[in-house]
């Protein structure tokens, strides 16, 4: 603020607010208090995981629930806490969430291939119906899967392994 003769200092500057809460200096200047943000309203939608694992409109609504709940209860991060929720209603999608990015990835499981592929032997040694099958099951399952040769993979004193 001023400096100088007869400067005040910031009130909030020694008070430490817990639960969501922000100081709020007095109509003077001369003391503050912790405050419950009182309203959310008007404040653009900005989705937040909370680190309690729920999602809020924003971090003002997570604020105003950790205040009201008298728990601390911090942004974990921007957007939804599990991506793939809104993705779970369809039947014809697989929906992963990448590690690093934490982005949803969404993509046709490997039983949505077309039938009549001829089987192939891939690199983890297991036998897949066609390329599809070992393409989306490689997604699925984040693997990096290779073709090392057409047919059924064979298995030392164990003969075909079964396609999949």
């Known amino acids: 603020m001023a400096s100088g003769r007869g400067a005040r200092t910031d009130p909030c500057a020694e008070v430490n607010c817990t639960f969501g809460s922000a100081c709020v200096p007095s109509s003077d200047g001369l003391s503050a208090k912790c405050m419950c943000p009182l309203g959310c309203e008007g404040r653009p939608q900005a989705t937040v995981c909370g680190s309690d694992g729920r999602d809020y409109r924003n971090a003002c609504e997570l ?9 601390n209860v911090r942004v974990q991060r921007p957007g939804l806490c599990d991506p793939c929720k809104e993705k ?3 039947l014809n999608l697989v929906c992963r969430v990448e590690p690093l990015t934490l982005e949803s990835q ?9 039938p009549g592929s001829p089987p192939l032997c891939a ?16 997604r699925q399952k ?23």
Do not use: I, W
Request: proline residues 12%; positive net charge; hydrophobic residues 20%.
């Open 63 to 71: 604020h105003q629930h950790a205040c009201k709940e008298r728990k």
């Open 88 to 90: 779970q209603n369809s």
């Open 106 to 114: 969404t993509f046709a499981p490997p039983e949505d291939c077309p």
């Open 123 to 138: 690199s983890d040694g297991e036998t897949y119906a066609g390329e599809c099958v070992m393409n989306r099951t490689a």
């Open 142 to 164: 984040d693997l990096r899967l290779a073709k090392v040769h057409p047919g059924p993979c064979t298995r030392p004193g164990s003969g075909l392994s079964r396609p999949r």
